[in-house]
T-cell receptor
Framework: AQSVAQPEDQVNVAEGNPLTVKCTYSVSGNPYLFWYVQYPNRGLQFLLKYITGDNLVKGSYGFEAEFNKSQTSFHLKKPSALVSDSALYFC??????????????FGQGTTLQVKP | DADVTQTPRNRITKTGKRIMLECSQTKGHDRMYWYRQDPGLGLRLIYYSFDVKDINKGEISDGYSVSRQAQAKFSLSLESAIPNQTALYFCATMGVGQPQHFGDGTRLSIL
């Protein structure tokens, strides 16, 4: 069965410092991986995706993610955190099971807290 | 205007009541999804639909039903609500080759 794990419930970082939010996955075959962000009282917003190609994927708001096949990881990164980056972050993998349904399997989410 | 609109945004109701959550979209996408979000569990898929005649169960469909009234509308019903269905519910749409696009959610509390 396919799965996604986000090992940290919360990540704390000072404004201006680099941030990393971790994600590992388990899939059969090639993974389609996604990061979403959720601000309070809002839905999930798409940040970036990895389908194939370059292992470093650039997304919205200065975020990027590094795909590492040998470590089955897809960590979200940003060189310099902003207080406004504080939110709940979800990693997800597309379920490529019986058919191309587009279904997503989500990790449990990581709260990012950026302090001034 | 929001591309994916969910109504109501908040709802408090009692055990045993029937509840309908509605989702409408202006994106023209065929695929629509209903998820529930619980703290520490992420989002889990309840139902999904590829068009008005194609509706499929997700991983946690028990206690829920859906209706795809038109390409743009996908409703989720709780026939007889129970407290452990208290959660945040999200509707999402998806176009070909695109990521899923989410509404702002419905916060449902069942007393």
């Amino acid at each position: 069965a396919q799965s996604v794990a986000q090992p940290e419930d919360q990540v704390n970082v000072a404004e201006g410092n680099p941030l990393t939010v971790k994600c590992t996955y388990s899939v059969s075959g090639n993974p389609y991986l996604f990061w979403y962000v959720q601000y309070p009282n809002r839905g999930l917003q798409f940040l970036l995706k990895y389908i194939t190609g370059d292992n470093l994927v650039k997304g919205s708001y200065g975020f990027e993610a590094e795909f590492n096949k040998s470590q089955t990881s897809f960590h979200l990164k940003k060189p310099s955190a902003l207080v406004s980056d504080s939110a709940l972050y979800f990693c997800a993998v597309r379920d490529l099971g019986s058919s191309n349904t587009g279904k997503l399997i989500f990790g449990q989410g990581t709260t990012l807290q950026v302090k001034p | 205007d929001a591309d994916v609109t969910q109504t109501p945004r908040n709802r408090i109701t009692k055990t045993g009541k029937r509840i309908m959550l509605e989702c409408s979209q202006t994106k023209g996408h065929d695929r629509m999804y209903w998820y529930r979000q619980d703290p520490g569990l992420g989002l889990r898929l309840i139902y999904y639909s590829f068009d008005v005649k194609d509706i499929n169960k997700g991983e946690i469909s028990d206690g829920y039903s859906v209706s795809r009234q038109a390409q743009a509308k996908f409703s989720l019903s709780l026939e007889s609500a129970i407290p452990n269905q208290t959660a945040l519910y999200f509707c999402a749409t998806m176009g070909v080759g695109q990521p899923q696009h989410f509404g702002d959610g419905t916060r449902l509390s069942i007393l």
